[in-house]
T-cell receptor
Framework: DGGITQSPKYLFRKEGQNVTLSCEQN?????MYWYRQDPGQGLRLIYY???????QKGDIAEGYSVSREKKESFPLTVTSAQKNPTAFYLC?????????????????FGPGTRLTVL | RKEVEQDPGPFNVPEGATVAFNCTYS??????FFWYRQDCRKEPKLLMS???SGNEDGRFTAQLNRASQYISLLIRDSKLSDSATYLC??????????????FGKGTLLTVNP
């Protein structure tokens, strides 16, 4: 079955440590996204990538880094510079498709990783 | 004004009730609109897109008013399984052919037996 996988589901880290969250998709989607969700809050965009070897900052990129070396993979590193890293992290992907239809393309989400920094 | 603002909720309704969610958006350049559903501690999933003429999918009806920058979702004959958080989502062009989804905070619905 095609889909998006994120690992691990739960992650605990000590303050000051960098941690990398995995996101893999086998949907052959061009675009991939990372969001953060805090309790009672909407999703906020961290980084996104429309194509391999290219990515752009979202609304809250500070303290995070990404890479897009392969179409199917978009790992997110939460660095020690991120002030409040404890959150639910969601990866998503979408097929860009025809330009006139891009804005209607559904985003598919992975199951998420709950990161707790102790 | 927030980019996407939803009814804060929570909504508690009995089975069979009709419930309406409202959402407003601030960017008049918004291109497309969606309702996503998110179950507790799960990822969001697309419920339905919202088209200019309004659209219906079974018990769910979505409406868009571009002039008022307002989106709504109506659920008729609500079921226990409709209990979830409903997210209003707006797609905005962020440059070139790039688009960015902006999410509302969501409205929690609990349908009671």
């Amino acid at each position: 079955d095609g889909g998006i996988t994120q690992s691990p589901k739960y992650l605990f880290r000590k303050e000051g440590q960098n941690v990398t969250l995995s996101c893999e998709q086998n949907l052959n989607h061009d675009a991939m996204y990372w969001y953060r969700q805090d309790p009672g809050q909407g999703l906020r965009l961290i980084y996104y990538s429309q194509i391999v070897n290219d990515f752009q900052k979202g609304d809250i990129a500070e303290g995070y880094s990404v890479s897009r070396e392969k179409k199917e993979s978009f790992p997110l590193t939460v660095t020690s510079a991120q002030k409040n890293p404890t959150a639910f992290y969601l990866c998503a992907s979408t097929q860009r498709g025809a330009p006139e239809k891009i804005q209607y393309n559904e985003q598919f989400f992975g199951p998420g990783t709950r990161l707790t920094v102790l | 004004r927030k980019e996407v603002e939803q009814d804060p909720g929570p909504f508690n309704v009995p089975e069979g009730a009709t419930v309406a969610f409202n959402c407003t958006y601030s960017n008049s350049a918004s291109q497309s609109f969606f309702w996503y559903r998110q179950d507790c501690r799960k990822e969001p999933k697309l419920l339905m897109s919202v088209y200019s003429s309004g659209n219906e999918d079974g018990r769910f009806t979505a409406q868009l008013n571009r002039a008022s920058q307002y989106i709504s979702l109506l659920i008729r004959d609500s079921k226990l399984s409709d209990s979830a958080t409903y997210l209003c989502v707006v797609n905005i062009r962020s440059g070139g052919s790039n688009y960015k989804l902006t999410f509302g905070k969501g409205t929690l619905l609990t349908v009671n037996p």
